[in-house]
T-cell receptor
Framework: GEKVEQHESTLSVREGDSAVINCTYT??????FPWYKQEAGKGLHFVID???NVDRKQSQRLIVLLDKKAKRFSLHITATQPEDSAIYFC?????????????WGSGTKLIIKP | DTTVKQNPRYKLARVGKPVNLICSQT?????MYWYQKKPNQAPKLLLF???????READTFEKFQSSRPNNSFCSLYIGSAGLEYSAMYLC??????????????FGPGTRLTVL
């Protein structure tokens, strides 16, 4: 079955710099890749996603890149701010008609240093 | 209100005793999920309800039960807690049928400690 890996368990960047969080997946049929953020003491919440018909998506300071050949996708946070500090989870999902669930990565803790 | 509520936030249980966790949402979502989350591990889907239909993952089939008496509430029941059940339990809901592209809304979690 599908496996999703997040290679960095912790990432530390200076405020104002960019942060990049990487994920890889194994199932070439996966077609949907969301990112969720978990702040301290709170539940996960959706931040951005990308579907396999595009290779780039941007929402304000967040950019997601998808490389289907390498089975890799990444979250880029530009001009980082203290409120970006959180744990970020990536996930992958097979096509909609499979009725199968998201497969999650283990999370990357992003620390924004002043 | 887009919040998912979970009760209790912290639960202490004895080995061999039952545990019942509660989740609620008022978004009229069709699907409600329960995940188990251990430190440095990915969230693990335990089961989900799509409307009134319960789907349990094959490897956790016998360990967890659930009920959904109405659209808003969903419980997670452990009949006999073992030490390995100590974890954060996350409830989530989504508007559409499970899988695919439905955004999931998560509660804050219940931290279960089994002693």
């Amino acid at each position: 079955g599908e496996k999703v890996e997040q290679h960095e368990s912790t990432l530390s960047v200076r405020e104002g710099d960019s942060a990049v969080i990487n994920c890889t997946y194994t199932d070439t049929a996966s077609s949907y890749f969301p990112w969720y953020k978990q702040e301290a003491g709170k539940g996960l919440h959706f931040v951005i996603d990308i579907r396999s018909n595009v290779d780039r998506k941007q929402s304000q300071r967040l950019i997601v890149l998808l490389d289907k050949k390498a089975k890799r996708f990444s979250l880029h946070i530009t001009a980082t701010q203290p409120e970006d500090s959180a744990i970020y989870f990536c996930a992958a999902s097979p096509p909609m008609d499979s009725n199968y669930q998201l497969i999650w990565g283990s999370g990357t803790k992003l620390i924004i240093k002043p | 209100d887009t919040t998912v509520k979970q009760n209790p936030r912290y639960k202490l249980a004895r080995v061999g005793k039952p545990v019942n966790l509660i989740c609620s949402q008022t978004m009229n979502h069709d699907t409600m999920y329960w995940y188990q989350k251990k430190p440095n591990q990915a969230p693990k889907l335990l089961l989900f309800y799509y409307d009134k239909i319960l789907n349990r993952e094959a490897d956790t089939f016998e360990k967890f039960q659930s009920s959904r008496p109405n659209n808003s509430f969903c419980s997670l029941y452990i009949g006999s807690a073992g030490l390995e059940y100590s974890a954060m339990y996350l409830c989530a809901s989504s508007r559409d049928r499970p899988g695919g592209y439905a955004e999931q809304f998560f509660g804050p979690g219940t931290r279960l400690t089994v002693l």
